[in-house]
């Protein structure tokens, strides 16, 4: 049971790592076609992903955390 927390929040870091890197060139991408026609779908898009990131990011570390400070 342990063992899965803390494969569960090195699984979560993982994750979080690719949306760091696909958030910002979807951002990049939308920023780089601002008078096309997709440009407010594709903007919302990379900002949720960034979002998603950082959220993934900190719901990861928790899990390390509470594996390493269980008391079970």
Known sequence: ???????S???KLAFTLFLMFIG???????????????YYFVLAIGLIVCILSIFTLF????????????KD
């Open 1 to 7: 049971m342990k063992k899965n927390k803390l494969t």
């Open 24 to 38: 910002p060139v979807i951002l990049y991408q939308a920023f780089s076609n601002i008078g096309h026609q997709w």
């Open 59 to 70: 719901s990861g570390i928790k899990s390390i955390i509470n594996h390493i400070f269980d």
């Open 9 to 11: 929040g090195f699984k």
